[in-house]
């Protein structure tokens, strides 16, 4: 029980660092209303990045508390200033919106909406299934996930630029610090030392906070910024929650938590945009204000992963296209000069996009190539039954919404562009999913031609179509039934409302069942729970699991913070994030004979560590890595480790070819295929 209390404080202090210090800072600016807490995580996000940029420069390392403190004191100052300001009488400012013409009341109450459904889907998607707040999914990506997130942990230094998985201890990889996007990491490290929590606890909890809060916030900014019909908005707090592809399936695979993070955060970014340029009614200082939070958040999609920035281009452009020819168009300029300029944007945009592609820090990401999945025919069959990702059920509700709200603002001069933004992200998704064309790396290359994340981004501009497409329906099917809302209010009309919802939540939630002597029917969230069950399933004996992870605890004590040689693909490239085991191989990503920087020492401790009695090169090798101890957590190779497709085991056979007879190594500990040895250094 002790540990479910960790996770529910986890939560609460994931949810405080992402929300409180942007809601206190925007809370100062009273002179213009938009749903500021729904926007509070951009600013905290990018609040926390400088403040470990900053403190990491000057300090390298700071208590947890001494930064938290320093990550407060602007909204704190900035509150303060404004509250005298604004009590001292020097200036009264007229109240502006950027956000439909809600009042305060409306805004709050959708707000809290959007938060209690988002907290109850996460809740009964997630933490249901999930044995221990303290397991983790095994996946590739989540050994670097938990192991630099206990290093910024441990070290202190919370910058989300300049990381190394290798801080406290020597080891195959350990050459620096390098870039890599790792705001989500650093919020996860503050986790950790507020809590004293482990890494796997802190993702559960920072993941969860996203989930259930930051993404369907922003779903709301979105909508509030291009609607304020509060129908609309009601029924995107269930729809935003309803999908397959995203949030819940980047749970599972990859792990691909900071693109979970920077793709929860998307919608927000674009709804601050929309905000600055479609209301000419704002003043300069409001509408200065939200060209900075703007900037504040493409800062933020850059530490997180990148690509959200390309994400936020692709669902704008048809907007920003579409508002400069109107703009244009209401300066008297004719339509072949309002074209000329609107085309001037576009081809601006394809020159940036050229650019990007081109740069040399992006040809890593761009020069991945997945494979194509499923034809073209059943791609556009997926396209209909928004079933996106390619493991993806029909999610036939939500298809027809999207059929209908691409209808409705195809009729609609206003809402043209956002159908133009969701045929741009069908394309991309068809492209690497359904081709193996020349420009498929040009159009998807920005998300590694991974059809998981572009399917993420078809999901994201389909949202606000899905919502008006289910407003269109609910209405129509309001006046078939009840003759309107201008009828007399009757019980029927009265409780229409209810029924919509309870038929809709049951659609899309229903869990799995089984027809006896049938079938099954396996619906897209009794999937989606299975799905996730089964990568936090850590009772999988041919997989790390929670034995041994008790057993790597037990010998915590043994080794200390001493160096342990280990073939990391038995599962032990997990333990320095997860029981703080000071393993020399950490990584999962590729086989180290592929790495020409890797230490002479390392390839003669991986090929040649069970000569160690007998052969002196391997001896001064492991002199030199420092090493006193070797851990096997597969024995007798019991396991079966080809789900890992880096695995080779050539690469490893000198640590693997060590037994209990095996001189040089004295056995200290066992429990079923798991051994500790030490290493007869004298």
């Given at each position: 029980?002790?540990?479910?209390?960790?996770?529910?404080?986890?939560?609460?202090?994931?949810?405080?660092?992402?929300?409180?210090?942007?809601?206190?800072?925007?809370?100062?600016?009273k002179?213009?209303?938009?749903?500021?807490?729904?926007i509070?995580?951009?600013?905290s996000?990018?609040?926390?990045?400088?403040?470990?940029?900053?403190?990491?420069?000057?300090?390298?390392?700071?208590?947890?508390?001494v930064?938290?403190?320093l990550?407060?004191?602007?909204p704190?100052?900035?509150f303060?200033?404004?509250?005298?300001?604004?009590?001292?009488g020097?200036?009264?400012?007229?109240?502006?919106s950027?956000?439909?013409?809600?009042?305060?009341?409306?805004?709050?109450?959708?707000?809290?909406?959007?938060?209690?459904?988002?907290?109850?889907?996460?809740?009964?998607?997630f933490?249901?299934?999930?044995?221990?707040?303290?397991?983790?999914s095994?996946s590739?990506?989540?050994?670097y996930?938990?192991?630099?997130?206990?290093?910024?942990?441990?070290?202190?230094?919370?910058?989300?630029?300049?990381?190394?998985?290798?801080?406290?201890?020597?080891?195959?990889?350990?050459?620096?610090?390098?870039?890599?996007?790792?705001a989500?990491?650093?919020?996860?490290?503050l986790?950790?030392?507020?809590?004293?929590?482990?890494?796997?606890?802190a993702?559960?909890?920072?993941?969860?906070?996203?989930?259930?809060?930051?993404?369907?916030?922003?779903?709301?900014?979105?909508?509030?910024?291009?609607?304020?019909?509060?129908?609309?908005?009601?029924?995107?707090?269930?729809?935003?929650?309803?999908?397959?592809?995203?949030p819940?399936?980047l749970?599972?695979?990859?792990?691909?938590?900071?693109?979970l993070?920077?793709?929860?955060?998307?919608?927000s970014?674009?709804?601050?945009?929309?905000?600055?340029?479609?209301?000419e009614?704002?003043?300069?200082q409001?509408?200065?204000?939200?060209?900075?939070?703007?900037?504040?958040?493409?800062?933020?999609l850059?530490?997180?992963?990148?690509?959200?920035?390309?994400?936020?281009?692709?669902?704008?452009?048809?907007?920003?296209?579409?508002?400069?020819?109107?703009?244009?168009?209401?300066?008297?300029?004719?339509?072949?000069?309002?074209?000329?300029?609107?085309?001037?944007?576009?081809?601006?945009?394809?020159?940036a996009?050229?650019?990007?592609?081109?740069?040399?820090?992006?040809?890593?990401?761009v020069?991945?190539?997945?494979?194509?999945?499923?034809?073209?025919?059943?791609?556009?069959?997926?396209?209909?039954?928004?079933?996106?990702?390619?493991?993806?059920?029909?999610?036939?509700?939500?298809?027809?919404?999207?059929?209908?709200g691409?209808?409705?603002?195809?009729?609609?001069?206003?809402?043209?562009?956002?159908?133009?933004?969701?045929?741009?992200?069908?394309?991309?998704?068809?492209?690497?999913?359904?081709?193996?064309?020349?420009?498929?790396?040009?159009?998807a290359g920005?998300?590694?031609?991974?059809?998981?994340?572009?399917?993420?981004?078809?999901?994201l501009?389909?949202?606000?179509?899905a919502?008006?497409?289910?407003?269109?329906?609910?209405?129509?099917?309001r006046?078939?039934?009840c003759?309107?809302?201008?009828?007399?209010?009757?019980p029927l009309?009265?409780?229409?409302?209810?029924?919509?919802?309870?038929?809709?939540?049951?659609?899309?939630?229903?869990?799995?069942?089984?027809?006896?002597?049938?079938?099954?029917?396996?619906?897209?969230?009794?999937?989606?729970?299975?799905?996730?069950?089964?990568?936090?399933?850590?009772?999988?004996?041919?997989?790390?699991?929670a034995?041994?992870?008790?057993?790597?605890?037990?010998?915590?004590?043994?080794?200390?913070d001493?160096?342990?040689?280990?073939?990391?693909?038995?599962?032990?490239?997990?333990?320095?994030?997860?029981?703080?085991?000071?393993?020399?191989?950490?990584?999962?990503?590729?086989?180290?004979?592929?790495?020409?920087?890797?230490?002479?020492?390392?390839?003669?401790i991986?090929?040649?560590?069970?000569?160690?009695?007998?052969?002196?090169?391997?001896?001064?090798?492991?002199?030199?890595s420092?090493?006193?101890?070797?851990?096997?957590?597969?024995?007798?190779?019991?396991?079966?480790?080809?789900?890992?497709?880096?695995?080779?085991?050539?690469?490893?056979?000198?640590?693997?070819?060590?037994?209990?007879?095996?001189?040089?190594f004295?056995?200290?500990?066992?429990?079923?295929?798991?051994?500790?040895y030490?290493?007869?250094?004298?």
């Amino acid at each position: 029980m002790s540990i479910w209390i960790s996770f529910i404080g986890a939560i609460a202090v994931a949810s405080i660092l992402l929300f409180f210090p942007g809601y206190l800072l925007l809370s100062s600016f009273k002179s213009i209303r938009f749903p500021k807490l729904a926007i509070a995580p951009i600013v905290s996000i990018f609040i926390a990045c400088v403040t470990g940029i900053i403190t990491s420069r000057l300090f390298h390392s700071v208590n947890v508390w001494v930064y938290i403190s320093l990550e407060l004191a602007i909204p704190i100052l900035v509150f303060a200033a404004s509250f005298v300001w604004r009590h001292a009488g020097f200036v009264q400012i007229p109240v502006g919106s950027c956000s439909g013409y809600m009042n305060n009341k409306d805004v709050d109450f959708f707000q809290a909406l959007y938060l209690v459904i988002g907290f109850i889907a996460a809740f009964y998607v997630f933490v249901t299934v999930l044995g221990s707040p303290e397991y983790f999914s095994v996946s590739i990506d989540n050994s670097y996930h938990l192991n630099e997130i206990h290093a910024l942990a441990t070290t202190g230094c919370y910058s989300p630029t300049g990381i190394s998985v290798y801080p406290t201890a020597p080891g195959y990889g350990s050459s620096g610090a390098g870039f890599y996007p790792a705001a989500w990491h650093v919020i996860c490290a503050l986790v950790c030392n507020v809590l004293s929590v482990s890494a796997a606890v802190a993702i559960n909890a920072v993941t969860f906070s996203f989930v259930a809060f930051v993404f369907p916030m922003s779903c709301f900014a979105l909508l509030s910024a291009v609607t304020e019909k509060k129908t609309c908005l009601a029924l995107g707090a269930l729809i935003c929650i309803s999908a397959y592809a995203f949030p819940w399936r980047l749970l599972t695979f990859g792990v691909l938590y900071s693109n979970l993070a920077a793709f929860c955060l998307v919608c927000s970014v674009c709804s601050l945009f929309l905000s600055l340029t479609k209301d000419e009614g704002l003043s300069i200082q409001n509408r200065l204000l939200l060209a900075v939070l703007f900037l504040f958040g493409l800062f933020d999609l850059f530490l997180l992963q990148p690509n959200g920035i390309f994400s936020v281009g692709v669902l704008l452009l048809p907007y920003a296209v579409a508002r400069l020819y109107s703009l244009c168009i209401a300066k008297n300029l004719s339509s072949f000069k309002s074209f000329a300029t609107a085309f001037g944007l576009s081809a601006c945009f394809a020159a940036a996009w050229i650019v990007a592609y081109n740069l040399p820090m992006m040809h890593g990401i761009v020069s991945v190539s997945w494979n194509h999945y499923v034809s073209a025919s059943q791609m556009l069959v997926n396209f209909l039954c928004q079933s996106y990702s390619p493991d993806a059920p029909s999610n036939l509700l939500l298809g027809i919404f999207a059929i209908v709200g691409v209808i409705y603002s195809l009729e609609r001069g206003e809402l043209r562009w956002m159908s133009i933004s969701y045929i741009l992200t069908l394309i991309i998704h068809f492209s690497t999913g359904a081709t193996e064309a020349a420009f498929k790396q040009w159009l998807a290359g920005f998300w590694y031609t991974d059809p998981y994340r572009t399917a993420t981004l078809c999901t994201l501009a389909a949202f606000p179509l899905a919502v008006f497409g289910a407003s269109v329906l609910f209405d129509g099917l309001r006046k078939s039934l009840c003759g309107g809302k201008r009828q007399p209010v009757g019980p029927l009309n009265r409780l229409y409302p209810a029924f919509f919802v309870v038929l809709f939540v049951a659609a899309a939630f229903y869990p799995s069942f089984q027809i006896p002597g049938l079938f099954n029917v396996e619906t897209v969230f009794g999937k989606t729970r299975n799905v996730i069950k089964q990568s936090y399933d850590m009772s999988n004996f041919e997989e790390l699991n929670a034995k041994d992870l008790e057993f790597a605890s037990s010998i915590k004590e043994i080794v200390g913070d001493s160096i342990v040689l280990n073939s990391p693909y038995d599962g032990s490239a997990f333990l320095y994030g997860s029981t703080d085991i000071q393993v020399y191989y950490r990584s999962l990503n590729c086989s180290p004979e592929k790495d020409s920087n890797e230490p002479a020492a390392s390839r003669v401790i991986r090929h040649g560590l069970y000569r160690f009695e007998e052969d002196m090169e391997t001896r001064e090798a492991v002199k030199t890595s420092g090493a006193r101890y070797v851990l096997l957590l597969d024995y007798d190779n019991c396991k079966s480790r080809k789900h890992v497709f880096t695995y080779n085991p050539d690469d490893w056979k000198g640590i693997e070819s060590i037994s209990d007879k095996t001189r040089g190594f004295t056995l200290l500990k066992k429990s079923g295929h798991s051994r500790l040895y030490r290493i007869d250094l004298e």
